[in-house]
Structures are given as C-alpha cells and as structure tokens.
C-alpha cells in the first residue's frame, strides 16, 4: 500500500488525489487541478480586482482541501 508523498497517509492506490492533503498524485491529476485552477481564478480576477484578500483566500482553500478540488474540477470539466 503506498503512501502519499507529501504527507505520508496511507492510499489505496486507485486516488488521483491525497484525501488528506489533496496533493495530485498522478501526471494528469496534476495536469487536471493546475487547468481547473487557473480558469477559476482568472476567471474571478477578471471580474472583480477588488476581492483579492477574497481570492487568496478561495486559493488557499482550494489548494488544501481535496473534496473542493474534487468538486471545483467536475465542475470544470462540465462545462469544457
């Protein structure tokens, strides 16, 4: 059984993302994440400079809690 490599909780090995600290644990989870991450948040930047204590803070959610990752990324490839 391996473990994830940022943070070392055990994984079934079938998870494209560490459901502890939602580090990308394959080439296109990697791929994946940077891709949704980058539409999102260019996205909201464009739209509105004024929240960006807002947007920093949706980022840092975003970067460390895999079940908004998971559900922010379906939703990204929804509408692709």
Not at 30 to 49: N, P, Q, R, Y
């Amino acid at each position: 059984m391996p473990d994830c490599p940022r943070c070392g909780t055990p994984l079934r090995g079938s998870e494209s993302f560490c459901p502890s600290c939602a580090a990308p644990l394959t080439d296109r989870a990697v791929a994946k994440a940077e891709g949704a991450e980058d539409d999102i948040f260019d996205s909201i930047a464009a739209d509105d400079l004024s929240n960006a204590d807002l947007l920093k803070a949706l980022r840092s959610r975003f970067q460390s809690d895999p079940e908004m990752r998971q559900l922010l990324s379906h939703a990204s490839e929804s509408s692709s």
